[in-house]
Nanobody, 119 residues
């Protein structure tokens, strides 16, 4: 059973960098044919895909967030990390990490972590 757990600060000030880590257990982030994703849900809105890191380490980003987003990984810790720069209150959301197989749907999700951007 694969498990994902998000961690990071729940409050970030405007203009700062939001940094979240997803720790994966029960499966390796280097396993072939999987993407490891960051997805968020602002209050009252739908899910928004932010980006992903593939088994190979290649990264893919939403065009609308690409200029502010960076996803990296630490294979020794089986973790991948999201950094979102220059945050504004509009970045307030529940942030999820999730696994998606190539050509398939999301099969494992973290429980989500609330991040509020406020001074």
């Amino acid at each position: 059973q694969v498990q994902l757990q998000e961690s990071g600060p729940g409050l970030v000030k405007p203009s700062q960098t939001l940094s979240l880590t997803c720790t994966v257990s029960g499966g390796s982030i280097t396993t072939n044919y999987y993407y490891w994703n960051w997805i968020r849900q602002p209050p009252g809105k739908g899910l928004e895909w932010m980006g992903a890191i593939a088994d190979s380490g290649s990264t893919h980003y939403s065009p609308s967030l690409k200029s502010r987003t960076s996803i990296s990984r630490d294979t020794s810790k089986n973790q991948f990390t999201l950094q979102l720069n220059s945050v504004t209150p509009e970045d307030t959301a529940v942030y999820y990490c999730a696994r998606k197989g190539m050509g398939t749907s999301y099969d494992y999700w973290g429980q989500g972590t609330q991040v509020t951007v406020s001074s």
